[in-house]
């Protein structure tokens, strides 16, 4: 499926993967130039042709007790795609088509101790391909993809030593994330990441009974938002919670659940 075009070129990915365009601290996902995706297996080449042109082998902050991650340019369409958290299995030189495997997923010292394993994605000018910033602006396609929650109950499906996660009890519709605002999705860390994104311009939205202020709108129809609240699940403070494209669940970031239960989430008023 076609998740976003960038520059002319389509980005494609499996149905089964899914992704987040701002569901991330790292710069480029606050200023829409890069999207992360969870897949199933192996990280795939998401553009119709392209060739190795680097590959390295670098250190990485300290956020999980790992040192190491790679960096993979891939030259496609007059541009290059920067690629992390990936350990190749291509060679520099090589030519690759849509779909072809890259590597396999790796934890990076990037992460958070929540992150899930994904493949990280920038085009970018060639002559500027390793910065932070500067990054071409991403388009996203708005797929109906995932039902929506109805309400804010959801119950515990899954419990692991880093995370929960959260089905929507009540559903109805489809959308691109599971939390929508005015038939528009919404997605981000909230609040852990400090910012989350509705993709349509509005200058406030609501998200589980708070009305927040939007801050910026980008040129590709997004609208950003600082996270300045709280979430509550059952009345009890947690970390945070993540809402990610094509994910029919929600990431629920500290809380004492067990699998099963119902949990109803709410977000408190602003910090300042």
């Given at each position: 499926m076609m998740i976003a075009h960038v520059e002319g070129l389509e980005l494609e990915i499996p149905k089964d993967a899914w992704f987040s365009f701002f569901n991330s601290p790292y710069p480029g996902h606050r200023l829409g130039t890069a999207v992360d995706v969870y897949f199933p297996d192996k990280a795939?080449?998401?553009l119709e042709e392209g060739r190795v042109a680097e590959i390295r082998k670098i250190r990485t902050p300290r956020h999980v007790p790992v040192r190491e991650d790679y960096?993979?340019?891939?030259?496609?369409?007059?541009?290059?795609?920067?690629?992390?958290?990936?350990?190749?299995?291509v060679r520099t030189g090589e030519k690759l088509a849509l779909y072809d495997e890259i590597g396999s997923l790796i934890v990076s010292g990037f992460f958070s101790p929540w992150s899930?394993?994904?493949?990280?994605?920038?085009?970018?000018d060639c002559g500027d391909r390793y910065r932070a910033k500067g990054g071409f602006?991403?388009?996203?396609?708005?797929?109906?993809?995932v039902p929506v929650v109805r309400g804010n109950?959801?119950?515990?499906?899954e419990k692991n030593s880093r995370y929960l996660w959260l089905k929507p009890v009540r559903r109805g519709g489809r959308n691109l994330t599971p939390v929508e605002f005015r038939g528009i999705p919404v997605e981000g860390?909230?609040?852990?990441?400090?910012?989350?994104?509705?993709?349509?311009?509005?200058?406030?939205?609501?998200?589980?009974?708070?009305?927040?202020p939007v801050d910026k709108s980008l040129p590709n129809g997004t609208g950003l938002f600082e996270a300045r609240f709280r979430v509550l699940a059952n009345g009890q403070?947690?970390?945070?919670?993540?809402?990610?494209?094509?994910?029919?669940?929600?990431?629920?970031?500290?809380?004492?659940?067990?699998?099963?239960?119902?949990v109803e989430v709410k977000l408190g008023k602003l910090i300042s």
């Open positions: 795939l080449f998401p960096l993979i340019i891939i030259e496609a369409g007059g541009f290059c795609l920067k690629v992390l958290h990936v350990m190749p299995s899930d394993r994904h493949a990280h994605f920038e085009l970018r602006l991403m388009h996203p396609e708005i797929l109906k993809l109950e959801f119950e515990v499906v860390g909230l609040p852990h990441y400090h910012h989350g994104a509705v993709f349509g311009h509005f200058e406030e939205v609501e998200i589980f009974g708070l009305k927040v403070e947690v970390r945070g919670a993540g809402i990610y494209c094509n994910q029919e669940r929600i990431k629920l970031i500290g809380g004492n659940f067990e699998e099963g239960d119902v």
